[in-house]
């Protein structure tokens, strides 16, 4: 699981003056859940190349 604090500085970053801790938990648990799908797909992309190593152009093209 990712630490909290991250998530509570990029609501500050993004103009909130402050944030609930559901608020940051609901964001984290998000932004795990959107990570977690991506890195699924980039591990497919690698494996249909008959790779190994998951590389950037993996990621990228995984997140569109």
Request: some cysteine; proline content about 3%; charged content about 35%.
């Amino acid at each position: 699981m990712l630490p909290m604090l991250p998530f509570e500085k990029l609501a500050k970053k993004a103009g909130a003056k402050r944030m609930a801790r559901e608020a940051a938990s609901e964001l984290r648990d998000l932004t795990e859940e959107y990570g977690s799908s991506i890195a699924a797909s980039a591990v497919k992309l690698c494996e249909h190349a008959g790779r190994r190593t998951v590389k950037k152009e993996d990621v990228e093209f995984a997140s569109r």
